[in-house]
Protein backbone atom coordinates (compact mmCIF):
# COMPACT_ATOMS: atom_id res chain seq x y z
CA UNK A 1 0.00 0.00 0.00
CA UNK A 2 1.22 3.50 -1.07
CA UNK A 3 0.67 6.85 0.87
CA UNK A 4 1.54 9.77 -1.16
CA UNK A 5 2.71 12.91 0.87
CA UNK A 6 1.00 15.30 -2.44
CA UNK A 7 3.11 18.50 -0.74
CA UNK A 8 6.26 17.00 -0.63
CA UNK A 9 7.46 17.23 -4.15
CA UNK A 10 11.20 15.47 -4.97
CA UNK A 11 11.24 16.53 -8.58
CA UNK A 12 9.30 17.22 -11.89
CA UNK A 13 10.14 15.25 -14.89
CA UNK A 14 8.86 15.24 -18.39
CA UNK A 15 7.91 12.01 -17.64
CA UNK A 16 5.85 12.16 -14.46
CA UNK A 17 6.59 13.50 -10.70
CA UNK A 18 8.11 11.73 -7.52
CA UNK A 19 6.96 12.63 -4.18
CA UNK A 20 8.07 11.60 -0.84
CA UNK A 21 5.72 8.93 1.21
CA UNK A 22 5.07 5.71 2.73
CA UNK A 23 4.76 1.97 1.52
CA UNK A 24 4.00 -1.18 2.98
CA UNK A 25 3.09 -2.34 6.55
CA UNK A 26 6.45 -1.24 7.67
CA UNK A 27 5.53 2.16 6.68
CA UNK A 28 8.78 2.49 4.83
CA UNK A 29 9.79 5.89 3.71
CA UNK A 30 10.00 5.66 -0.06
CA UNK A 31 10.20 8.14 -2.88
CA UNK A 32 7.05 7.57 -5.17
CA UNK A 33 7.45 8.54 -8.94
CA UNK A 34 4.10 8.95 -10.62
CA UNK A 35 4.30 8.20 -14.01
CA UNK A 36 1.16 9.01 -16.80
CA UNK A 37 0.39 5.28 -18.57
CA UNK A 38 1.57 5.79 -21.63
CA UNK A 39 5.20 6.87 -20.40
CA UNK A 40 5.36 3.84 -18.20
CA UNK A 41 8.36 1.51 -17.73
CA UNK A 42 8.62 -1.45 -20.45
CA UNK A 43 7.37 -4.92 -18.22
CA UNK A 44 11.24 -6.51 -18.75
CA UNK A 45 12.34 -3.02 -17.62
CA UNK A 46 10.52 -3.14 -14.78
CA UNK A 47 11.02 -6.74 -13.68
CA UNK A 48 15.06 -6.07 -14.24
CA UNK A 49 14.74 -3.30 -11.47
CA UNK A 50 13.10 -5.13 -9.25
CA UNK A 51 15.33 -7.65 -9.14
CA UNK A 52 18.18 -5.84 -8.50
CA UNK A 53 19.64 -5.65 -4.89
CA UNK A 54 22.95 -3.58 -4.41
CA UNK A 55 23.95 -0.93 -2.07
CA UNK A 56 25.20 0.97 -5.02
CA UNK A 57 21.53 0.72 -7.04
CA UNK A 58 18.37 2.25 -6.00
CA UNK A 59 16.13 0.08 -5.03
CA UNK A 60 12.55 -0.68 -6.52
CA UNK A 61 10.39 -2.16 -3.74
CA UNK A 62 7.19 -1.78 -5.57
CA UNK A 63 5.02 -0.59 -8.54
CA UNK A 64 0.91 -0.51 -8.53
CA UNK A 65 -1.53 1.59 -10.69
CA UNK A 66 -5.02 3.18 -11.01
CA UNK A 67 -6.90 4.36 -14.05
CA UNK A 68 -4.53 7.02 -14.92
CA UNK A 69 -0.57 6.31 -13.70
CA UNK A 70 1.62 4.06 -12.30
CA UNK A 71 3.14 4.20 -9.33
CA UNK A 72 6.90 3.23 -8.40
CA UNK A 73 7.64 2.68 -4.58
CA UNK A 74 11.53 3.74 -4.74
CA UNK A 75 14.66 3.83 -1.97
CA UNK A 76 14.39 7.55 -0.56
CA UNK A 77 17.64 9.48 -1.29
CA UNK A 78 18.71 12.85 -0.26
CA UNK A 79 20.01 14.11 -3.93
CA UNK A 80 21.09 13.56 -6.89
CA UNK A 81 25.15 13.73 -7.58
CA UNK A 82 24.52 16.79 -10.15
CA UNK A 83 22.56 19.11 -6.92
CA UNK A 84 26.01 19.23 -5.16
CA UNK A 85 27.61 21.41 -8.19
CA UNK A 86 24.58 23.95 -8.29
CA UNK A 87 25.49 27.37 -7.31
CA UNK A 88 25.44 28.61 -3.93
CA UNK A 89 22.17 30.51 -4.11
CA UNK A 90 20.24 27.63 -5.72
CA UNK A 91 17.41 26.14 -3.65
CA UNK A 92 18.21 22.70 -4.99
CA UNK A 93 21.76 22.54 -4.13
CA UNK A 94 22.93 19.80 -1.74
CA UNK A 95 25.18 20.90 1.52
CA UNK A 96 24.56 17.45 3.13
CA UNK A 97 27.40 14.75 3.98
CA UNK A 98 28.84 13.08 0.57
CA UNK A 99 31.62 10.49 0.44
CA UNK A 100 35.40 11.20 -0.03
CA UNK A 101 35.47 11.36 -4.28
CA UNK A 102 37.33 8.58 -4.53
CA UNK A 103 35.04 6.53 -2.71
CA UNK A 104 32.24 7.87 -4.53
CA UNK A 105 33.74 6.71 -8.01
CA UNK A 106 34.48 2.63 -6.41
CA UNK A 107 30.95 3.32 -5.13
CA UNK A 108 30.02 3.95 -8.46
CA UNK A 109 32.04 1.20 -10.37
CA UNK A 110 31.14 -1.60 -8.29
CA UNK A 111 27.23 -0.37 -9.19
CA UNK A 112 27.91 -0.88 -12.60
CA UNK A 113 29.76 -3.96 -12.90
CA UNK A 114 26.87 -5.61 -10.98
CA UNK A 115 23.80 -4.27 -13.02
CA UNK A 116 26.37 -5.64 -16.17
CA UNK A 117 27.10 -9.11 -14.39
CA UNK A 118 23.03 -9.12 -13.79
CA UNK A 119 22.74 -8.93 -17.95
CA UNK A 120 21.84 -5.16 -18.01
CA UNK A 121 23.07 -2.46 -19.75
CA UNK A 122 21.89 1.06 -17.85
CA UNK A 123 21.80 3.30 -21.45
CA UNK A 124 21.23 6.32 -19.54
CA UNK A 125 24.33 7.33 -16.98
CA UNK A 126 24.50 10.27 -15.89
CA UNK A 127 24.77 12.60 -12.95
CA UNK A 128 21.36 13.17 -12.98
CA UNK A 129 20.56 9.44 -12.31
CA UNK A 130 23.27 9.07 -9.27
CA UNK A 131 21.90 9.70 -6.34
CA UNK A 132 23.22 9.99 -2.56
CA UNK A 133 21.90 8.00 0.04
CA UNK A 134 22.50 9.35 3.72
CA UNK A 135 22.32 6.97 7.11
CA UNK A 136 24.40 5.16 9.46
CA UNK A 137 27.03 7.61 9.62
CA UNK A 138 27.58 6.78 6.01
CA UNK A 139 26.80 8.20 2.70
CA UNK A 140 25.94 5.64 -0.15
CA UNK A 141 26.04 6.36 -4.19
CA UNK A 142 23.46 4.81 -6.14
CA UNK A 143 22.78 4.41 -9.57
CA UNK A 144 19.14 4.58 -10.59
CA UNK A 145 16.26 5.59 -13.36
CA UNK A 146 16.54 2.19 -15.24
CA UNK A 147 13.94 3.60 -17.76
CA UNK A 148 15.99 3.20 -20.39
CA UNK A 149 17.75 -0.26 -19.80
CA UNK A 150 17.67 -3.69 -21.24
CA UNK A 151 18.40 -7.22 -21.47
CA UNK A 152 21.41 -7.94 -23.64
CA UNK A 153 21.05 -10.46 -26.21
CA UNK A 154 23.36 -13.16 -27.16
CA UNK A 155 25.59 -10.83 -28.72
CA UNK A 156 25.63 -8.56 -25.88
CA UNK A 157 24.05 -5.95 -27.33
CA UNK A 158 20.45 -4.53 -26.93
CA UNK A 159 18.08 -2.91 -29.88
CA UNK A 160 16.28 0.32 -28.77
CA UNK A 161 13.75 2.24 -30.14
CA UNK A 162 14.88 5.55 -28.75
CA UNK A 163 17.46 7.31 -27.01
CA UNK A 164 15.98 8.97 -23.78
CA UNK A 165 19.13 10.32 -22.22
CA UNK A 166 21.13 13.43 -22.48
CA UNK A 167 22.94 13.25 -25.57
CA UNK A 168 26.05 15.23 -23.51
CA UNK A 169 26.55 11.75 -21.80
CA UNK A 170 26.49 9.45 -24.89
CA UNK A 171 29.33 7.20 -25.81
CA UNK A 172 30.59 8.31 -29.36
CA UNK A 173 29.45 5.66 -31.34
CA UNK A 174 25.59 6.17 -30.41
CA UNK A 175 26.01 10.22 -31.45
CA UNK A 176 27.40 8.85 -34.63
CA UNK A 177 24.36 6.58 -35.05
CA UNK A 178 22.12 9.18 -34.64
CA UNK A 179 23.50 11.77 -36.90
CA UNK A 180 23.39 8.85 -39.86
CA UNK A 181 19.80 8.43 -38.97
CA UNK A 182 19.03 12.03 -39.27
CA UNK A 183 20.61 11.98 -42.86
CA UNK A 184 18.48 8.03 -43.55
CA UNK A 185 15.52 7.74 -41.36
CA UNK A 186 14.83 3.91 -41.46
CA UNK A 187 14.38 1.54 -38.83
CA UNK A 188 15.98 3.18 -35.68
CA UNK A 189 16.19 -0.25 -33.51
CA UNK A 190 17.84 -1.82 -36.64
CA UNK A 191 20.09 1.10 -36.97
CA UNK A 192 21.08 1.13 -33.28
CA UNK A 193 21.29 -2.62 -32.88
CA UNK A 194 24.72 -3.03 -31.60
CA UNK A 195 25.31 0.82 -30.03
CA UNK A 196 23.94 0.56 -26.88
CA UNK A 197 26.19 -2.01 -25.17
CA UNK A 198 28.63 -2.76 -21.93
CA UNK A 199 30.87 -0.58 -23.75
CA UNK A 200 29.09 2.06 -24.12
CA UNK A 201 27.53 2.37 -20.80
CA UNK A 202 31.55 2.45 -19.63
CA UNK A 203 32.06 5.48 -21.74
CA UNK A 204 29.07 7.03 -19.80
CA UNK A 205 30.12 6.10 -16.33
CA UNK A 206 33.64 7.38 -17.65
CA UNK A 207 32.22 11.04 -18.20
CA UNK A 208 30.34 11.02 -14.80
CA UNK A 209 34.00 9.89 -13.18
CA UNK A 210 35.23 13.08 -14.93
CA UNK A 211 32.50 15.20 -13.87
CA UNK A 212 33.22 14.75 -10.36
CA UNK A 213 36.53 14.58 -10.51
CA UNK A 214 36.46 17.91 -12.27
CA UNK A 215 33.84 19.36 -9.53
CA UNK A 216 31.14 19.68 -11.93
CA UNK A 217 32.83 20.67 -15.20
CA UNK A 218 31.70 18.05 -18.31
CA UNK A 219 35.15 16.51 -19.58
CA UNK A 220 34.10 17.11 -22.95
CA UNK A 221 33.64 21.22 -22.89
CA UNK A 222 30.72 23.50 -21.28
CA UNK A 223 28.64 23.98 -24.05
CA UNK A 224 25.94 21.18 -25.15
CA UNK A 225 26.46 21.49 -28.88
CA UNK A 226 30.64 21.41 -28.77
CA UNK A 227 30.32 18.76 -26.03
CA UNK A 228 28.99 16.43 -28.22
CA UNK A 229 31.56 17.32 -31.19
CA UNK A 230 34.32 16.71 -29.09
CA UNK A 231 33.15 13.38 -28.23
CA UNK A 232 32.57 12.80 -31.57
CA UNK A 233 36.27 14.21 -32.40
CA UNK A 234 37.69 12.53 -28.86
CA UNK A 235 38.94 15.24 -27.79
CA UNK A 236 38.17 15.33 -23.72
CA UNK A 237 39.43 19.30 -23.52
CA UNK A 238 38.52 19.69 -19.95
CA UNK A 239 40.50 16.24 -18.62
CA UNK A 240 43.96 18.07 -18.64
CA UNK A 241 42.63 20.21 -15.62
CA UNK A 242 42.22 17.03 -13.53
CA UNK A 243 45.65 16.40 -11.49
CA UNK A 244 47.48 13.73 -12.68
CA UNK A 245 46.94 10.65 -10.96
CA UNK A 246 46.16 7.10 -11.35
CA UNK A 247 42.45 7.82 -11.22
CA UNK A 248 42.57 10.14 -13.60
CA UNK A 249 44.23 7.90 -15.83
CA UNK A 250 41.63 4.90 -15.36
CA UNK A 251 39.04 7.67 -16.09
CA UNK A 252 40.63 8.12 -19.43
CA UNK A 253 40.84 4.47 -19.79
CA UNK A 254 37.29 4.30 -19.87
CA UNK A 255 37.02 7.40 -22.24
CA UNK A 256 38.81 5.81 -25.10
CA UNK A 257 37.21 6.08 -28.30
CA UNK A 258 36.73 3.12 -29.78
CA UNK A 259 34.94 0.69 -27.88
CA UNK A 260 37.54 -2.53 -28.08
CA UNK A 261 40.16 0.05 -26.31
CA UNK A 262 37.74 0.66 -23.28
CA UNK A 263 37.68 -1.57 -19.95
CA UNK A 264 34.94 -3.63 -19.11
CA UNK A 265 33.02 -2.87 -15.68
CA UNK A 266 34.97 -5.44 -13.86
CA UNK A 267 38.09 -4.66 -15.44
CA UNK A 268 37.34 -1.19 -13.85
CA UNK A 269 36.64 -2.40 -10.24
CA UNK A 270 39.97 -4.56 -10.46
CA UNK A 271 41.87 -1.24 -10.92
CA UNK A 272 40.16 0.52 -9.01
CA UNK A 273 41.38 -2.25 -6.01
CA UNK A 274 44.95 -1.71 -7.16
CA UNK A 275 44.58 1.89 -7.30
CA UNK A 276 42.87 1.41 -3.44
CA UNK A 277 45.53 -0.55 -2.18
CA UNK A 278 48.27 1.40 -3.31
CA UNK A 279 46.65 4.54 -1.95
CA UNK A 280 45.94 2.85 1.31
CA UNK A 281 49.57 1.72 1.97
CA UNK A 282 50.74 5.47 0.92
CA UNK A 283 48.15 6.58 3.60
CA UNK A 284 48.99 3.61 6.35
CA UNK A 285 52.58 5.45 6.14
CA UNK A 286 51.68 8.66 6.77
CA UNK A 287 49.33 7.75 9.31
CA UNK A 288 52.58 5.76 11.25
CA UNK A 289 54.90 8.65 10.43
CA UNK A 290 52.19 10.88 12.45
CA UNK A 291 52.07 8.98 15.55
CA UNK A 292 56.41 9.32 15.53
CA UNK A 293 55.92 13.15 15.72
CA UNK A 294 56.47 15.17 18.75
CA UNK A 295 52.80 16.26 19.12
CA UNK A 296 50.81 14.08 16.52
CA UNK A 297 47.14 15.57 15.91
CA UNK A 298 43.98 13.91 16.61
CA UNK A 299 42.60 15.69 14.31
CA UNK A 300 45.12 14.06 11.55
CA UNK A 301 44.64 10.73 12.59
CA UNK A 302 40.79 11.07 12.61
CA UNK A 303 40.98 12.16 8.64
CA UNK A 304 42.91 9.03 7.62
CA UNK A 305 40.71 7.12 9.74
CA UNK A 306 37.50 8.89 7.66
CA UNK A 307 38.83 7.78 4.86
CA UNK A 308 39.18 4.02 5.16
CA UNK A 309 42.37 3.47 6.85
CA UNK A 310 42.45 0.61 9.56
CA UNK A 311 43.43 1.82 13.07
CA UNK A 312 44.41 -2.19 12.94
CA UNK A 313 46.74 -1.66 9.97
CA UNK A 314 50.31 -2.70 10.70
CA UNK A 315 53.95 -1.21 9.80
CA UNK A 316 57.03 -2.74 8.54
CA UNK A 317 57.74 -3.85 12.06
CA UNK A 318 54.17 -5.67 12.77
CA UNK A 319 53.16 -2.59 14.96
CA UNK A 320 49.37 -1.21 15.21
CA UNK A 321 49.84 2.55 15.19
CA UNK A 322 48.89 2.68 18.88
CA UNK A 323 51.84 0.55 19.79
CA UNK A 324 53.68 3.23 17.29
CA UNK A 325 52.59 5.82 18.75
CA UNK A 326 53.14 4.73 22.49
CA UNK A 327 56.76 4.40 21.18
CA UNK A 328 56.85 7.91 21.07
CA UNK A 329 58.55 9.26 24.31
CA UNK A 330 57.67 13.19 23.19
CA UNK A 331 53.72 12.38 22.57
CA UNK A 332 53.67 11.33 25.83
CA UNK A 333 53.61 15.09 27.24
CA UNK A 334 51.39 16.44 24.36
CA UNK A 335 47.65 17.85 25.68
CA UNK A 336 45.76 15.23 23.46
CA UNK A 337 47.71 12.27 23.89
CA UNK A 338 45.30 10.59 26.37
CA UNK A 339 42.43 11.29 23.54
CA UNK A 340 44.59 10.29 21.12
CA UNK A 341 44.43 6.58 23.15
CA UNK A 342 41.09 6.77 23.76
CA UNK A 343 40.27 7.38 20.34
CA UNK A 344 42.21 4.03 18.93
CA UNK A 345 40.30 2.49 21.74
CA UNK A 346 36.65 3.68 20.59
CA UNK A 347 37.83 2.45 16.93
CA UNK A 348 38.43 -1.05 18.01
CA UNK A 349 42.31 -0.86 17.36
CA UNK A 350 43.58 -4.41 18.72
CA UNK A 351 45.22 -3.74 22.17
CA UNK A 352 46.97 -6.83 22.59
CA UNK A 353 49.14 -6.62 18.99
CA UNK A 354 52.49 -6.96 20.26
CA UNK A 355 55.80 -5.26 19.33
CA UNK A 356 59.22 -7.01 18.90
CA UNK A 357 59.88 -7.41 22.41
CA UNK A 358 56.60 -8.98 22.95
CA UNK A 359 55.00 -6.25 24.58
CA UNK A 360 51.25 -5.29 24.28
CA UNK A 361 49.46 -1.85 24.46
CA UNK A 362 49.48 -1.71 28.61
CA UNK A 363 53.23 -2.74 29.24
CA UNK A 364 54.14 -0.32 26.48
CA UNK A 365 52.40 2.54 27.82
CA UNK A 366 53.43 1.78 31.61
CA UNK A 367 57.43 2.24 30.54
CA UNK A 368 57.27 5.62 29.81
CA UNK A 369 53.69 7.30 30.93
CA UNK A 370 54.11 10.18 33.67
CA UNK A 371 51.09 11.21 35.17
CA UNK A 372 49.08 9.77 38.02
CA UNK A 373 46.33 9.02 36.24
CA UNK A 374 47.38 5.86 34.47
CA UNK A 375 44.93 3.96 35.99
CA UNK A 376 42.05 5.53 34.07
CA UNK A 377 43.80 4.20 30.94
CA UNK A 378 44.07 0.82 32.89
CA UNK A 379 40.53 0.27 33.56
CA UNK A 380 39.80 1.80 29.83
CA UNK A 381 42.27 -0.97 28.59
CA UNK A 382 40.83 -4.05 30.74
CA UNK A 383 37.02 -2.92 29.58
CA UNK A 384 37.88 -3.30 26.02
CA UNK A 385 39.70 -7.15 27.08
CA UNK A 386 43.34 -6.60 27.15
CA UNK A 387 44.74 -9.45 27.61
CA UNK A 388 46.69 -8.21 31.85
CA UNK A 389 48.69 -11.36 32.09
CA UNK A 390 50.46 -10.74 28.81
CA UNK A 391 54.58 -11.34 29.46
CA UNK A 392 57.48 -9.61 27.03
CA UNK A 393 59.63 -12.28 25.51
CA UNK A 394 61.55 -12.55 28.78
CA UNK A 395 58.76 -13.20 30.52
CA UNK A 396 58.39 -9.94 32.23
CA UNK A 397 54.63 -8.94 33.29
CA UNK A 398 52.65 -5.81 34.19
CA UNK A 399 53.50 -6.05 38.07
CA UNK A 400 57.34 -5.99 36.84
CA UNK A 401 56.58 -2.65 34.71
CA UNK A 402 54.50 -0.97 37.17
CA UNK A 403 57.23 -1.78 40.10
CA UNK A 404 59.75 -0.55 38.01
CA UNK A 405 58.61 2.29 36.11
CA UNK A 406 55.48 3.84 37.84
CA UNK A 407 56.48 5.72 40.92
CA UNK A 408 53.07 7.79 41.83
CA UNK A 409 51.86 6.67 45.16
CA UNK A 410 48.43 5.92 43.20
CA UNK A 411 50.10 2.13 42.45
CA UNK A 412 48.48 0.51 45.11
CA UNK A 413 45.37 1.12 43.69
CA UNK A 414 46.25 0.07 39.76
CA UNK A 415 47.70 -3.20 41.74
CA UNK A 416 44.54 -3.66 43.87
CA UNK A 417 42.87 -3.07 40.74
CA UNK A 418 45.08 -6.10 38.58
CA UNK A 419 44.26 -8.16 41.37
CA UNK A 420 40.86 -8.16 40.92
CA UNK A 421 41.53 -8.78 37.63
CA UNK A 422 43.17 -11.94 38.25
CA UNK A 423 46.75 -10.85 37.86
CA UNK A 424 49.41 -13.92 37.40
CA UNK A 425 51.03 -12.32 40.98
CA UNK A 426 53.51 -14.61 41.18
CA UNK A 427 55.48 -14.65 37.65
CA UNK A 428 58.86 -14.71 37.45
CA UNK A 429 60.63 -12.97 34.68
CA UNK A 430 63.65 -14.60 32.93
CA UNK A 431 65.89 -13.39 35.17
CA UNK A 432 64.38 -15.12 38.40
CA UNK A 433 62.31 -11.96 39.93
CA UNK A 434 58.74 -11.63 40.64
CA UNK A 435 57.62 -7.82 40.87
CA UNK A 436 58.60 -7.22 45.00
CA UNK A 437 62.22 -7.11 44.48
CA UNK A 438 61.62 -4.57 41.66
CA UNK A 439 59.31 -2.94 43.89
CA UNK A 440 61.74 -2.62 46.15
CA UNK A 441 64.54 -1.54 44.46
CA UNK A 442 62.39 1.30 42.41
CA UNK A 443 59.47 2.28 45.13
CA UNK A 444 60.51 5.13 47.63
CA UNK A 445 56.91 6.41 48.94
CA UNK A 446 56.12 5.37 52.75
CA UNK A 447 52.78 3.80 51.40
CA UNK A 448 55.34 1.22 50.19
CA UNK A 449 54.70 -0.80 53.37
CA UNK A 450 51.11 -1.16 52.12
CA UNK A 451 51.86 -2.43 48.80
CA UNK A 452 54.08 -5.49 50.29
CA UNK A 453 51.10 -6.21 52.63
CA UNK A 454 48.83 -6.44 49.63
CA UNK A 455 51.07 -8.39 47.29
CA UNK A 456 51.96 -10.83 50.54
CA UNK A 457 47.91 -11.15 51.42
CA UNK A 458 47.51 -12.18 47.75
CA UNK A 459 50.03 -15.05 47.87
CA UNK A 460 53.44 -13.53 46.17
CA UNK A 461 56.86 -15.67 47.21
CA UNK A 462 58.34 -13.67 49.39
CA UNK A 463 61.65 -15.20 49.21
CA UNK A 464 62.45 -15.66 45.58
CA UNK A 465 65.75 -15.45 45.44
CA UNK A 466 67.38 -14.82 41.83
CA UNK A 467 71.04 -15.07 42.01
CA UNK A 468 72.55 -11.67 41.22
CA UNK A 469 71.22 -8.88 43.73
CA UNK A 470 69.37 -10.79 46.36
CA UNK A 471 66.08 -11.32 47.42
CA UNK A 472 63.59 -8.37 48.84
CA UNK A 473 64.07 -8.10 51.99
CA UNK A 474 68.32 -7.57 51.26
CA UNK A 475 67.17 -5.01 48.33
CA UNK A 476 65.21 -3.47 50.40
CA UNK A 477 68.00 -2.41 53.19
CA UNK A 478 70.47 -1.24 50.75
CA UNK A 479 67.78 1.14 49.04
CA UNK A 480 64.88 2.27 50.95
CA UNK A 481 65.09 5.40 53.84
CA UNK A 482 62.42 5.76 55.15
CA UNK A 483 61.43 5.80 58.49
CA UNK A 484 59.31 2.38 58.35
CA UNK A 485 62.34 0.71 56.84
CA UNK A 486 62.15 -1.63 60.13
CA UNK A 487 58.57 -2.22 60.11
CA UNK A 488 58.88 -3.48 56.08
CA UNK A 489 61.60 -5.66 56.81
CA UNK A 490 59.67 -7.32 60.16
CA UNK A 491 56.71 -7.99 57.38
CA UNK A 492 59.33 -9.17 54.92
CA UNK A 493 61.04 -11.26 57.25
CA UNK A 494 57.76 -13.17 58.55
CA UNK A 495 56.17 -12.83 55.31
CA UNK A 496 56.10 -16.57 54.56
CA UNK A 497 55.18 -17.65 57.90
CA UNK A 498 51.80 -15.48 57.64
CA UNK A 499 51.46 -16.94 54.12
CA UNK A 500 51.57 -20.51 55.66
CA UNK A 501 49.85 -19.28 59.41
CA UNK A 502 47.11 -16.46 58.41
CA UNK A 503 46.01 -15.11 61.70
CA UNK A 504 42.56 -15.22 62.11
CA UNK A 505 40.69 -12.21 62.82
CA UNK A 506 43.78 -10.07 61.79
CA UNK A 507 43.71 -7.65 58.98
CA UNK A 508 46.65 -5.93 57.44
CA UNK A 509 47.01 -1.65 57.06
CA UNK A 510 46.45 -2.93 53.47
CA UNK A 511 43.42 -4.71 53.93
CA UNK A 512 41.99 -2.03 56.00
CA UNK A 513 43.04 0.74 53.56
CA UNK A 514 40.71 -1.22 51.07
CA UNK A 515 37.89 -1.09 53.61
CA UNK A 516 37.93 2.42 53.52
Not at 182 to 207: H, P, R, Y
Not at 377 to 385: M, P
Not at 475 to 496: Q, R, T
Amino acid sequence: MLEIYQEKILEKGGNGIIFEGIWGTTRLPVAIKRMQLVHVLGKKQEESWLNLSHDNVVKLFHAENNSQFRYYALELCQASLNQIFLKDGDPKKYRGPKPQTEEALYQLALGLEYIHEKKLIHCDLKPKNVLLWTGNSSTVMKWTNFGSSKEIDAKGTCPINEIKGGLDWLAPEILKALENEENQSENLAQLLWECCTFKSDVFAEGLVFGFLLLGGLHPYGSVSRNIQTNINQDKPVNMSKIPTSPIGELTLKMLAYKQENRLTASEIVEEFGDIRSSRQKEMEKMLFNLCTEPNPSLIKIKNFVNQGISVNCLNEDEMTPLLQLLANGEAYHQEDFVEIVRYFVEKKINLNAKNAYGENALLKLIVQYPKDDLIDIVKLFIDNEIDINCKNKYGTNILHYLCEYYSHENLIDIIQLLIEQKIEINCSHDYGYNALPVLCRNYNHENLQDIIELLIENGIEVHCNPSNDGNALQILCKVYKKENLMDIVGILSKGDKRKENPQKGSSSRATKRKQK
